[in-house]
Every structure is written in C-alpha cells, then in structure tokens.
C-alpha cells in the first residue's frame, strides 16, 4: 500500500521521542566542533532544480576534511575529481546542502544541514592546503542545524567491524565494471590510470 499523505505516514510511525526534536541545534557546538575534527569522510546530499537529488562521498585525512569558522560557518574543500561537477552544478540552482560526518571506530555520526556559497577566495582556500596545494574552490556552509545521529544504522551495518570486511576479490575492480558498462573500454587501461591517479593527484 502507497504512502501519499503525512497523515498516512504517521498512521504508520509512532511519534518522535521529544528529544529527537531538542538535540536538533542551529550551530556547531563543541561535541559537534570535536566530531568534525576526527573525521576523515562524510557524504554529501544537494539537489537539482527539478527536485532529482545527488549525494557524494568526500574525505581527507581528519583535521583537513572540514575547517570550522565559527559555531554558523563550517568551510568544506572541493579537490580535484572526475570534473564532472555534479555536486557544485547542484549547489548553483540549489545552495542547499545535507552532510553526514563519520569517524571510523564510532558508531554515531553527525548530520548538518545549510546554506551554501561556493567560492575560490584565497583567504577561505588557504586553511584547507594540503602539502601547499590549495582546493579548486570551497563550499562555505551557513548552519542551518546540526545534530548528532543514533548509533542503530552502523551498529545495523557492522561497518566498523573487521569480520564484517568483504574480501576484495568478491567485487571486480572499478576498470572491470566500465569495462562491462561502457563499450571498448579496456580494464587494465582504466585500472592503471586510476591507480597512477590516486598516486599522483590526490590534491
């Protein structure tokens, strides 16, 4: 059966515990401040002016995923990519935007939603560096809220367990995939550029 209506949806899920609303804050405070500092990896959500969303993985070593301006202002380098841009195209027609921080080894991890500007200003760039190379450009996010997720979805997933690591041999490599997706695409080929790539231009 279809849900169409809030009042259907609700019909199905019990009301929120009343914390689920409180924990919800309009700044970074200092739990969210540490979050963001240990992490090496979040997700990012936008979407396109026809309403289709979009969500990409970003990540850095931890200390450099994220810089925090002040409790409003969270600054999130964009690095070099496959240029495809999607993400950014998105955040031109829609300045908003949804991000899930992880730490590996904690089960919780932090949602915070905002506006965003996109910008190349050197001031913003520089405390993203690294080794002296500055991002393409950086997405200054505006806080709009931010709150910490229960632990239920990771503990779900097992994902920081080690018995739950898939062996890699039980996915085909990304070249193998193209391979099969695009016609005369060449595995090895792909695989190799993509190995020298992560070697040499990670930044």
Known sequence: MGIDTMAELRAVYRPPASRASLKVLDRLDMHCRNFIALSPFYVIS??????????????????????????????????????????????????????????????????????????????????????GKLPISVLKVTVEEAFLHCAKALVRARLWEPAAQVERARYPTYGQVLADQIAGADAAEIDAGEAESARTELY
């Open 46 to 131: 936008s979407a396109r002016a026809d309403g289709r969303a979009d969500a990409s993985p970003r990540g850095d070593p931890p200390g450099s995923l994220a810089c925090v301006l002040d409790d409003k202002t969270l600054l999130l380098p964009d690095r070099p990519g496959n240029r495809q841009v999607d993400t950014l195209m998105n955040l031109v027609e829609r300045p908003h935007v949804g991000l899930v921080f992880f730490v590996p080894g904690l089960t919780e991890t932090l949602r915070v939603n905002g506006r965003v500007e996109i910008s190349t200003d050197a001031g913003l760039l520089q405390p993203l560096a690294i080794n």
